[in-house]
């Protein structure tokens, strides 16, 4: 490189950066850039006029106290700056340039003498040359300098400062001081102390000052890398509000075209009805034009003829004037046209969410917890949605619009599932839904407009298993012990359980959890009973004159009931309307008998079979009677007014008894033959059964908490499932 290019590019690395000129006494902040001092100090004075105690680097904005002191003269000095300054001075030739290091005299140095380490001035240059010791030397000419000369100039020894030792140059390092010093010094004031050479302590310190500054470049390494993520992110980010703001364009447009749509249909029907309007009242009008013409034709005419009074003409035209006036006034009236009321009826305003959501949260890094693919119906079912942030950690804003649907193809249309939503003010929102049937469900959820990753899911809803939970009674005849228990009731209100105990002639009482409360003496064995909706026990005893006996809350002996329709009554049920429906076996048909009367409501004509009608029960939510036929191997179905309507079980039931409908609004059939329980929907179609537990199950009833109790004839016991 050419010198004065060199001395350019050093005058421009010594330059301050507050003032643009070469530094002055420079001085160095802890972040390593250096400043004359008087710049510092009037940057601090600066500070402090603006009541701050605190400045910032000029440069990189680090920001430092103020001394209390009025200077930052106690910074350290640039050993760097200061040896740039001084070898700047050989060509500045003012009064601050280099002077000679030999004499006494403060000439300007002319001439460095590198074995001496010392500048020198002409004078002292030319004795130099003439001594037998230095003439030898090798020397430089401060005019003539290169740019190896320059090089090796910045890089010649640090002279001692001490007094006397000036001419000594620093070559050693007290570890115990932590400072240079020169072979005198050593001696001097650092006698028995850890002295080491220069050069090593150097060295030593410089694998320190690596080490630092390689984790300062692993560090600049890592913000550069954030800035590039922050790009990314902002780019992402820009992206993001491109393409809500498209949604947005695009949503509003598609409103716009449909309500313009709207407009131009209603506008046009608008047009329709005014027409047919307009139309009718030209119309009425014509009539009313017609007559009002008719009636001033007659009138004129008769007008004339009175004012000309002729006798003759009077008593010739009087009938017709008369009775076309008569004729006139008898006819049908024009009616009025009074057009009907118009309306524009509004059954749904414009639903578009007025927001704009501002969130940290990424729908594609959000989660689903606690997700079920598989689930009961009619059972409360849950799953959490945990909100994150791009780096995948839990977040949550209030702001974030949280959208869920659950739905399934019901028929031609779509069915939505009600749901709701609890959000947890924590980024976790959990939703709640009930499935209403079986089938499979398609579960969609968005967070802020945005479907979360895998989203629809598809939920299979199986059928409600039934679970034992336990069963009561045994053989005999005490207290809660059975020989052939028969039929089985639940008081809704109460949870009260009736058993017919068809051997022992009682019907017994018992909690639902099975405790044994009280019992009630027949003169006859009951095969079927049920509760009334006041609480009141009615039961069928055939062997008491085929009558209907009705019993009070606390079991006593209320009336018998004759009804001369009935031959021979087996099973009997009733509905909250106190509609009774029985089986009658004596006439192989099921009758529905109105509340306080005896005369048939209703008769289904079930089986072909003789005494095979076992039970009939009414559905008030579909309007039907189920009933089943034990020797056709069905249940089979009508409606409200006796009319057939279709069969269930073919092929799945054998000698099917006893029917009730569950919580869930399904059909349980005991299966007597096949020794279950059986679960069909009311239209018919087969869900599941019960584990083989059973000997002869009869009769079956629901609680209100929907358990189902069975009796089991031969195992003298109640089973109760869950």
Not at 48 to 71: G, H, M, N, W, Y
Not at 106 to 134: D, M, P, V
Not at 198 to 207: L, S
Not at 704 to 711: F, I, M, P
Request: proline share 4%.
């Amino acid at each position: 490189m050419d010198v004065q290019q060199l001395f350019k590019s050093l005058r421009k690395e010594a330059e301050c950066p507050l003032c643009l000129e070469t530094v002055k006494d420079p001085k160095t902040l802890p972040c390593l850039h250096s400043f004359c001092l008087v710049c510092l100090d009037k940057h601090a004075n600066y500070a402090r006029r603006q009541l701050q105690t605190a400045i910032k680097c000029p440069v990189c904005q680090a920001s430092f106290q103020i001394p209390q002191e009025d200077t930052f003269g106690g910074l350290p000095a640039s050993f760097h700056l200061n040896r740039l300054v001084d070898l700047l001075a050989l060509t500045d030739g003012g009064s601050e340039s280099q002077q000679c290091g030999s004499c006494e005299e403060n000439n300007i140095a002319t001439h460095y003498c590198f074995e001496c380490q010392s500048f020198l001035c002409t004078t002292c240059y030319k004795a130099h040359q003439r001594f037998k010791a230095t003439r030898g030397h090798k020397n430089i000419s401060v005019d003539n300098l290169q740019a190896d000369d320059v090089e090796k100039l910045i890089r010649r020894p640090v002279m001692c400062s001490e007094q006397y030792h000036q001419d000594q140059p620093l070559e050693y390092y007290c570890k115990d001081c932590n400072v240079c010093s020169c072979i005198k010094c050593s001696v001097v004031s650092h006698n028995h102390h850890t002295m080491v050479d220069m050069q090593k302590a150097a060295d030593e310190q410089k694998m320190q000052i690596d080490e630092a500054l390689k984790k300062v470049k692993a560090e600049v390494v890592i913000f550069e890398n954030e800035m590039k993520n922050q790009t990314e992110l902002m780019n992402k980010n820009k992206t993001q509000i491109s393409a809500a703001r498209e949604k947005m364009n695009e949503t509003v447009d598609d409103c716009i075209r449909l309500l313009t749509e709207h407009k131009a249909s209603m506008n046009a029907k608008f047009d329709e009805i005014n027409q047919a309007h307009q139309k009718a009242h030209a119309t009425h009008l014509e009539n009313f034009q017609l007559a009002v013409a008719q009636l001033k034709s007659s009138l004129e005419q008769g007008e004339n003829i009175l004012e000309r009074n002729i006798n003759a003409e009077i008593l010739q035209t009087k009938p017709v004037i008369i009775g076309r006036c008569e004729d006139l006034l008898n006819a049908k009236k024009p009616e009025i046209y009074k057009p009907p009321r118009v309306h524009y009826a509004v059954e749904q305003k414009l639903d578009i969410s007025n927001r704009v959501v501002v969130s940290h949260t990424d729908p594609s890094s959000t989660l689903v917890e606690l997700w079920q693919e598989k689930v009961e119906e009619q059972n409360e079912t849950y799953f959490t949605i945990i909100t994150r942030d791009s780096e995948e950690r839990p977040c949550y804003n209030e702001d974030d619009y949280i959208k869920c649907d659950i739905r399934t193809l019901t028929g031609d249309s779509f069915e939505t599932v009600h749901l709701k939503i609890e959000d947890n003010e924590d980024g976790s929102y959990i939703v709640e839904y009930t499935p209403p049937h079986t089938g499979l469900y398609e579960v969609k959820v968005e967070v802020n407009g945005q479907p979360l990753n895998g989203s629809p899911w598809s939920v299979q809803v199986i059928p409600h298993q039934y679970q034992l939970k336990f069963s009561f009674g045994s053989n005999g005849s005490g207290p809660g012990q059975f020989d052939g228990p028969y039929d089985i009731a639940v008081d809704k209100e109460t949870g009260i359980v009736a058993v017919s105990d068809y051997g022992n002639k009682i019907i017994q009482l018992f909690g639902t959890n099975g405790k044994y409360l009280r019992e009630i003496g027949l003169r006859a064995s009951c095969c079927s009973l049920d509760f009334t909706k006041s609480g009141q026990i009615i039961a069928v005893t055939p062997g008491d004159v085929h009558k209907i006996s009705l019993f009070s809350k606390e079991g006593q002996f209320v009336k018998h009931i004759d009804n001369e329709h009935l031959k021979f009554p087996f099973h009997i049920s009733t509905d909250d309307e106190e509609f009774q429906t029985i089986c009658d076996l004596g006439n192989n048909e099921v009758i529905v008998i109105a509340p306080d009367s005896t005369e048939p409501f209703t008769r289904i004509t079930a089986s072909e079979h003789d005494r095979s009608v076992m039970c009939a029960i009414w559905h008030e939510e579909t309007h039907r009677y189920f009933v089943s036929d034990s020797k056709a191997d069905l249940v089979k179905v009508f409606d409200e007014e006796g009319n057939f309507m279709y069969e269930i079980g073919h092929g799945r039931l054998l000698n099917p008894f006893g029917l009730a409908i569950d919580k869930f609004n399904n059909l349980i059939v005991c299966d007597a033959g096949n020794q279950r329980l059986k679960v069909f929907t009311t239209e018919g179609d087969f869900l599941s059964e019960t584990v083989q537990c059973f000997h002869t199950p009869r009769f079956i009833a629901v609680s209100k908490k929907g358990e189902v109790l069975v009796t089991d004839y031969e195992k003298n016991c109640i089973f109760l499932f869950q």
